[in-house]
Antibody, heavy 117, light 110 residues
Framework: EVQLLESGGGLVQPGGSLRLSCAAS????????MTWVRQAPGKGLEWVSG????????YYADSVKGRFTISRDNSKNTLYLQMNSLKTEDTALYYC??????????WGQGTLVTVSS | QSALTQPRSVSGSPGQSVTISCTGT?????????VSWYQQHPGKAPKFMIY???KRPSGVPDRFSGSKSDNTASLTISGLQAEDEADYYC??????????FGGGTKLTVL
């Protein structure tokens, strides 16, 4: 059974940093691209970032480019999202997701990031 | 990377059919047959419902179907059931390994 467990969310001031983690199990982690998707309170889904199975290729939404860094440790079956220069508009539930072909087939339960002074 | 356009809400009675539209551009929906749909119940993670415009992952009832014409994709739910009440999101590949979601549609089963 595929399981994705996010952690690392919390309250941070504007301009601050946070690192999210996602522990994956139930599939061959290194064989799949992974994705972060966020959902602001009461709002829709927003694709944030993606990374290839090897970690050699990374992709970002314009809204986070230059501030967020996605990475992975295939020896630990863990996905990361380093978030710097956080803004109030980054407040959201951040989902870790497994990509299959051009789609997300499994989602974690999310970790909440609140950016507020 | 503008969000795809979906109606904010749709409704239908049990047993009826409803269709949710998802309008993008030639750079996303119109440019690729990589459209997917997700169902999200309150407080839950999204669930994968449709891929490749009109294919269903294993376990998704055949009451759910998808289609696409030009820059607009659609999700049709036939034989509405109370458990179908949820938010629905479309998603399209937008090139260069980026994706764009729709704003979401709240389905109410009357």
């Amino acid at each position: 059974e595929v399981q994705l467990l996010e952690s690392g969310g919390g309250l941070v001031q504007p301009g601050g940093s946070l690192r999210l983690s996602c522990a994956a199990s139930g599939f061959t982690f290194r064989s799949y691209d992974m994705t972060w998707v966020r959902q602001a309170p009461g709002k829709g889904l927003e694709w944030v970032s993606g990374i290839s199975g090897s970690g050699g290729s990374t992709y970002y939404a314009d809204s986070v480019k230059g501030r967020f860094t996605i990475s992975r440790d295939n020896s630990k079956n863990t996905l990361y999202l380093q978030m710097n220069s956080l803004k109030t508009e980054d407040t959201a539930l951040y989902y870790c997701a497994k990509r299959w072909s051009y789609y997300i087939d499994y989602w974690g339960q999310g970790t909440l990031v609140t950016v507020s002074s | 990377q503008s969000a795809l356009t979906q109606p904010r809400s749709v409704s239908g009675s049990p047993g009826q059919s409803v269709t949710i539209s998802c309008t993008g551009t030639s750079s996303d929906v119109g440019g690729y047959n990589y459209v997917s749909w997700y169902q999200q119940h309150p407080g839950k993670a999204p669930k994968f419902m449709i891929y490749d415009v009109n294919k269903r992952p294993s376990g998704v009832p055949d009451r759910f179907s998808g289609s696409k014409s030009d820059n607009t994709a659609s999700l049709t739910i036939s034989g509405l059931q109370a458990e179908d009440e949820a938010d629905y999101y479309c998603c399209s590949y937008a090139g260069s390994y980026t994706w764009v979601f729709g704003g979401g549609t709240k389905l109410t089963v009357l």
